[in-house]
């Protein structure tokens, strides 16, 4: 069994959990085993209702558990875990994950080989098999992210992965980066905010690994399907705001085209169901509103960029390749 030699200090992994008993008590005693092993648990609870609190207090009472009043979201719960965290390495993970047992070491390892690396980022494999959910995400110039290999078998992965950035639901911040950019973007509430931390990044100049032998296994979709009305809100809108925020002034003209590509596309498909079509239009409506109050601060966000080329994707690319999966 691997152990990573001169750590430089410890990983935080903090999870946001609302309701997840049921995946609870398959991921906590996964991190446990871990054979990389200087590290401590966070657990922030969404005010559940399902007896979440209880078994972490009977069946895991080394975890930091943290206690919502309410449920505040993905963002607001991990950037209540940050405030406890000690580690020089803060680790966000889904509850409804599965990590391998040198999940955490590889993650650790890939850091430690790349100083520059503010996000390493996990392989996500479906449940039980070799099929990638995600093994990074991509960006195209209307702000949109989407996941990188999905459907594709894991052997099929090149050693070395290429991406814009990585899914918060198994990844690698570094503290240091944190404190230069600033963690996950509270107003997002859910959805997106992965990409947007990751967009920051790369304007400040970070690189964004993606480890290979770091995996987990994800149900996916398991914790959106709780609340799928309100995520395709979130989408609709947050797209807006990772577009607005991180877009440097030399892209804006380039990026208006595949930012009204989107929009004619996305709108057409948000009718497939009324509930949906009404989610999507109030989002994009509070996003512009968001954008044109000024509440969304671009000005800040564009302060640490450096002037580097992007690696963008077209709008057009990324919805023709998502037609052509038979998975989606």
């Known amino acids: 069994m691997n152990t990573l030699k001169a750590v430089k200090g410890m990983a935080s992994i903090i999870i946001v959990n609302w309701n997840g008993l049921e995946h609870l008590k398959i991921c906590l005693p996964e991190i446990e085993k871990q054979s990389y092993r200087n590290f401590e648990i966070i657990l922030v609870d969404n005010k559940s209702a399902d007896q979440s609190v209880k078994y972490i207090k009977e069946n895991h009472k080394n975890i930091k558990l943290i206690e919502l009043d309410k449920n505040y ?20 993970l889904n509850n409804d994950t599965r990590p391998r047992i040198d999940w955490l070491y590889h993650l650790i390892e890939s850091a430690e080989k790349n100083p520059k690396a503010g996000i390493v980022g996990s392989v996500m494999l479906r449940w039980d098999s070799q099929v990638i959910d995600t093994a990074g995400d991509g960006c195209t110039w209307a702000g949109v992210g989407y996941k990188m290999y999905s459907g594709q078998e ?40 992965d990409v947007d931390i990751s967009y920051r990044a790369r304007l400040a100049n970070y690189d964004i690994d993606i480890s290979r032998l770091s995996i987990v296994e994800h149900r996916v979709g398991a914790s959106v399907k709780k609340v799928s009305g309100i995520n395709t809100y979130y989408a609709s809108r947050n797209i807006e705001l990772v577009w607005w925020k991180n877009t440097p002034n030399r892209y804006i003209v380039r990026s208006i085209p595949h930012k009204i590509i989107h929009l004619i596309v996305s709108f057409i498909n ?9 989610n999507y239009l109030k989002g994009k409506f509070d996003a512009y509103v968001l954008i044109f109050s000024r509440k969304i601060d671009r000005i800040e966000v564009q302060k640490h960029y450096e002037g580097q080329n992007l690696r963008l994707s077209s709008e057009v690319w990324r919805i023709t390749s998502k037609l052509g999966r038979k998975d989606v």
Do not use: V, W
């Open 154 to 193: 894991y052997a099929t992965l090149p050693e070395c992965i290429q991406a814009f950035g990585a899914c918060a639901g198994a990844a690698l911040y570094r503290r240091s980066m944190i404190d230069d950019i600033g963690f996950l973007d509270s107003q997002f509430f859910m959805n997106l905010e």
């Open 270 to 278: 948000s009718f497939e169901n009324p509930i949906k079509a009404k």
């Open 73 to 92: 979201g993905f963002d607001l719960g991990n950037i209540e875990g940050l405030q406890e965290a000690n580690g020089e390495y803060i680790i966000l």
